[in-house]
């Protein structure tokens, strides 16, 4: 009895285990460069994008969906931001504000595609992806927009004392997340809609209204990745993000069968990521070898998912 | 001594985790005999078959096939052994032309490529010889049920089966479609195979059979010579046991100047001219046969399929619910069939599954008072006993009575006032289910309503204060308590209603 609890404490903080053994093989391996607190600083601006993106991403796979799109909604408003400010001359905050209402917005219409059409949610996200980064490149021509108020990579560069604003953008947005998912009645059933969908439907939950709402999440907090940019806006800024975006929520535990997993795990999966990469990097590890590792990460996570789903259901 | 048998089953048992499906039935079929299995639902028959194919390992008991024994069928034994049989549905594909099923998974090939021709020319032949009328070329999703039927036949044939077993073959079929399916059954025997015919139709097991089997509650029961046998023998082998089970006893409770649901010919989701009433403190029995359309009416009170024609009324208000969620906030709920697909939310705790329909009533600005959330469930946790280390624990963990119990909970929380049972203690073990009887005299005592969904004939006359038997989507009768009898109830649930036969079915070219 003592043995599993043991075993159990060790289970629900593997992913922790994981990330400290992460930290101290680059930490070694960098002669110390991993953990200097400039470099520190620099994970923490580096993962407050996929970060943030991450939220609405575990609330999607929470119900064993996905969105594909979101790497496409971070270019496109970064561009239509930029766009709004240099050749429209808006002011800045509005240009904001507005931009992240578009994401929203194309978040809904992936809800649409989904809960109304019946889309699956694979394909659908996949077939938004491609269009709103096609229509990044036709506002930007393919080309980066520059030159927009000075004020707009305060987001990206400030920080209060050593910790730069976006990663505490960041964990404000981790609160509101964890908050949603634990303590309104939408968490519970974003759980119940995950764990079954029919029976969830016949408890008196509108699955398809829940539906909507999460895609709209999603595409509301790849709109807040906005705010923590810095500089220029490119038609490339957002391209594949999803890919860690994705890794980071499974890595964290959330099962892409849906029903299971906790905030806390996603940030755990965050750090993860965001470590291997910046430790990937220090090492000089090339670009095409990155995308190896992260690929059987996933796998791996996945894999892991899907054999604890297997001995679960024996 | 074994030799006049082709198969022989021997004191099969299977059990299943708390349920035990088949007790001890055996069953032995000549060649060339058309062999009636009866029994009522629940009985063990669809068991018994999946046995025989390999889709279930029996715990006990021996297989033996022209003498030769076997522990265990797997579906490769089976077919190799000459053993085929036809399901309720079918496995054809649609787009695929009647040739090509009929060689599904072995087509005639010349070399690499596909000899569709041959086939063609093979198939003519099979069909032929079961004086089939079906164009080879044709695509089977063009072709009747009946027709695909006559295919599965046909491939089963092909393969060489000696043993057909057939359940409940013509439950999809037009009259029509039903007598040519009868030719071939004769045909079939006169050309030397066995055939096991499951049918609830006790008319069509007298016309085709040549010995009746019956089993009950996974025991075999007798086996008859068809020409001995008469109809009121087999309802009551099949039904006959005495009233054993012990109903917990309710107090008056009836307010018949009150009613709470009514329905004035209501037809969707297939049922057709539905109209009953259901008064305060009253529970309603709905008797049939497993697809009669009972669980589709209670899909239709309850929100979760359209109604297409007809009026609903709840306390005398027209009411038309669109969905689950509707018909919750009138103080409509169900407690499905399939506890674990449609009733509880296994991943999930057993306060979340309580409070899962008045999340949004105990939520302020969207976040749920903790409280009010934690009190609900530890109460509705005390009041029906839900036997559980702590409300947190998930439902999966839970047995069969006491998920049940956390689904009733839910809808007690939600304030229903008529509760639709489809099935309430399938699968349950028979303490629990005497739990659950009481639970449901409960709720009526308390003056809400009951409609109960049972296929479990004890059940349905010792819980219901009246019953409405439905048979093929239509109703056929209505009982009041004095006339409750187990052979009448089996009489009106397996009643043909007049078909009028315009059901326009294509016909094969």
């Known amino acids: ?21 992460e930290v101290i093989i680059f930490a070694i391996a960098s002669g110390g460069t991993f953990v200097t607190g400039s470099n520190i600083v620099n994970i923490a601006r580096q993962v407050s994008y996929y970060g943030i993106a991450s939220i609405g991403m575990t609330f999607v796979i929470l119900i064993a969906g996905i969105d594909l799109s979101i790497g496409s909604i971070i270019t496109l408003v970064n561009v239509i931001c930029a766009f709004m400010m240099v050749n429209a001359g808006m002011n800045m905050w509005v240009a904001v504000l507005l931009s992240i209402a578009v994401a929203t917005l194309i978040g809904v219409l992936n809800g649409a595609m989904v809960a109304s059409v019946g889309i699956p949610a694979l394909i659908a996200t996949f077939a938004t992806q491609t269009i709103f980064e096609g229509v990044a490149y036709l506002i930007s021509g393919g080309r980066p ?10 987001f990206g560069r400030w920080s209060i004392g050593p910790i730069p604003i976006c990663a505490i953008i960041m ?7 964890s908050f949603i998912l634990n303590k309104t009645y939408f968490g519970r059933y974003f759980y119940a809609i995950g764990g079954n969908e029919e029976a969830a439907e016949l408890s008196g939950i509108r699955v398809n209204r829940v539906k909507y709402l999460i895609y709209a999440l999603s595409g509301l907090f790849a709109g807040l990745v906005l705010l923590s940019r ?8 957002g391209k594949g993000l999803e890919f860690d975006v994705i890794t980071c929520v499974v890595l964290g535990g959330v099962s892409v069968n849906g029903g299971i997993g906790r905030m806390s795990g996603v940030v755990a999966g965050v750090l993860i990521i965001g470590s291997l990469t910046n430790g990937m990097i220090l090492m000089d ?10 690929g059987i990460v996933l796998a791996i996570a996945v894999g892991i998912d899907c054999i604890s789903k297997k001995r679960n259901a024996l | 001594m074994s030799e006049d048998y082709v198969l022989e089953l021997e004191h099969i048992r299977k059990e299943y985790p708390g349920v035990v499906a088949l007790k001890d039935v055996t069953l032995q079929l000549r060649r060339g005999e058309v062999l009636g299995l009866i029994g009522e639902n629940g009985a063990g028959k669809s068991t018994l078959i ?16 022209n003498g030769k024994e076997f522990d265990r069928m797997t579906p490769q034994l089976a077919a190799e052994n000459g053993i085929a049989i036809i399901y309720q549905e079918f496995n054809n594909v649609g787009e695929l032309s009647a040739a090509e099923n009929l060689f599904l998974g072995r087509p005639i090939r010349k070399g690499m490529v596909i000899d569709r021709k041959a086939m063609e020319e093979e198939a003519a032949k099979a069909f032929a010889q079961l004086q089939i009328k079906i164009d080879p070329r044709e695509l089977v999703k063009n072709l009747s049920v009946g027709y695909q039927q006559m295919i599965e036949i046909a491939k089963a044939i092909q393969q060489n089966a000696q043993v057909l077993i057939m359940d409940e073959p013509s439950a999809p079929l037009t009259t029509n479609e039903v007598e040519n399916m009868f030719k071939v059954v004769e045909l079939l025997r006169e050309k030397g195979v066995s055939i096991i015919y499951i049918s609830h139709r006790l008319e069509e097991i007298f016309r085709l059979s040549d010995r009746i089997e019956v089993i009950r509650d ?49 037809y969707g989701n297939g049922d057709e001219d539905m109209s009953l009433k259901i008064h305060a403190g009253e529970v309603l029995g709905l008797g049939g046969l497993v697809g009669a359309g009972r669980t589709e009416l209670a899909e239709v009170i309850f929100g979760a399929k359209a109604k297409t024609a007809g009026k609903i009324f709840l306390n005398g208000q027209e009411i038309n619910p669109k969905s689950p969620r509707e018909a919750i906030d009138l103080g409509i709920a169900l407690v499905p069939e399939d506890r674990k697909r449609h009733g509880a939310l296994l991943t999930n705790s057993i306060k979340n599954n309580i409070n899962m329909p008045i999340y949004e009533r105990i939520s302020k600005a969207s976040v749920i008072d903790g409280k009010t959330e ?25 047995s069969g009575g006491n998920q049940q119990k956390v689904i009733l909970g839910k809808w007690l929380a939600a304030d229903s006032q008529l509760i639709i049972f489809d099935e309430p203690t399938r699968g349950i073990d028979v303490g629990a289910k005497f739990e659950i009887y009481k639970l449901i005299n409960d709720l009526v005592e308390s003056g809400r309503s009951v409609l109960m969904i049972s296929s479990e004939m004890e059940e349905l006359i010792g819980m219901s204060d009246r019953i409405i038997v439905l048979a093929e989507h239509q109703m056929t009768g209505e009982l009041q308590k004095e006339e409750f009898n187990a052979d009448t109830i089996m009489t009106l649930a397996s009643a043909i209603v007049d078909q009028a036969d315009n059901s326009g079915d294509k016909e094969a070219s």
Not at chain 1, 1 to 21: D, E, R, T, Y
Not at chain 1, 230 to 237: D, F, I, P, Y
Not at chain 2, 380 to 393: A, D, L, T
């Open chain 1, 145 to 154: 927009i520059a030159g927009f108020d000075s004020n707009f990579g305060l």
């Open chain 1, 1 to 21: 009895m003592k043995n599993l609890k043991g075993n159990s404490l060790i289970k629900s903080n593997a992913i922790w285990i994981v990330f400290i053994i």
């Open chain 1, 285 to 294: 590890v090339s670009e095409y070898t990155q995308m190896v590792v992260k």
């Open chain 1, 171 to 177: 964990i404000l947005c981790f609160a509101i997340g």
């Open chain 2, 374 to 398: 934690m009190a609900t469930a530890e109460k509705y946790r005390e009041e029906i006993q839900i036997k559980c280390p702590g409300v947190h624990q998930l439902v999966k963990n839970l």
């Open chain 2, 50 to 65: 999946k046995c025989c194919s390999g889709a279930v390992i029996p715990t006990s008991g021996k297989i033996r096939i």
């Open chain 1, 230 to 237: 810095s500089g220029s806006a490119q038609s490339t800024v």
């Open chain 2, 218 to 266: 996974g025991e075999y029961v007798d086996t008859l010579i068809t020409p001995k046998a008469t109809v009121d023998q087999l309802i009551r082998m099949m039904v006959g046991r005495e009233m054993t089970q012990q109903f917990p006893p309710r107090k008056p409770c009836i307010d018949t100047s009150k009613v709470v649901l009514e329905l004035q010919n209501v």
